[in-house]
């Protein structure tokens, strides 16, 4: 069975990084943009970062320019935006699409693993569904990931057991991460 160990990523300078290096860690694995409406995510998600780290918790920021250009930037842009305006200490790694024929197959597999399920309701979910569907026309089946700050929980054998979109509560993510530590 295949798991998330089983992908290498590139690093922001452009290293490769097995992800079996991360074996016995709790993992959330986020899709980001700079400047995005979620952006503010990045402080809960280093908040919950600093408490967690010890405790087996790794996050894993890939940026992401797919969603209305919201990650026009560098790596080095990004990176620099991200630890002066949030203090983000996680691993952060080289921009990606996350839709598409140029999909990283990282994600891929991700959302295959845990598909696309809505962005709950309210009239905020609705607006962004509607975005999101028109973002997302040009990729058709390979739509995997509706917007930016989408996230994944991963056990600490390297399965996926829940997917949370941006809409999501971040003390619900939060709860996840614990029940899985």
């Known amino acids: 069975m295949k798991t998330v160990y089983d992908f290498t990523v590139k690093d922001r300078k452009g290293n490769e990084v097995p992800l079996s290096q991360y074996k016995g860690k709790v993992l959330l ?29 790794e996050i894993l920021d890939f940026p992401c320019n797919q969603f209305a250009n919201q990650a ?9 935006f991200c630890t002066v305006k949030f203090g983000a200490d996680f691993p952060q790694f080289k921009k990606i699409d996350v839709n598409g024929e140029t999909a990283d197959p990282l994600f891929a597999f991700l959302a295959t693993e845990k598909p696309f399920e809505g962005f709950g309701k309210g009239l905020k979910n609705e607006a962004l569904n509607k975005y999101a569907g028109m973002n997302n026309k ?7 990931i ?7 929980l991963v056990d600490r054998e390297g399965k996926v057991i829940a997917r949370f979109e ?9 709860n996840a991460v614990l029940a899985a530590l």
Not at 30 to 54: I, S
Not at 73 to 79: A, C, R, T
Not at 138 to 144: E, I, S, T, V
């Open 138 to 144: 040009q990729f058709g089946d390979k739509a995997y």
């Open 146 to 152: 509706k917007w930016n700050f989408t996230k994944f």
């Open 29 to 57: 694995v986020v899709n980001t943009a700079t400047g995005c409406g979620f952006t503010p995510h990045y402080e809960p998600l280093e908040a919950m970062y600093t408490e967690l780290k010890d405790r087996g918790l």
């Open 72 to 80: 026009p930037g560098s790596e080095d842009e990004i990176h620099e």
């Open 166 to 174: 941006p809409t999501k509560d971040m003390q619900e993510v939060k």
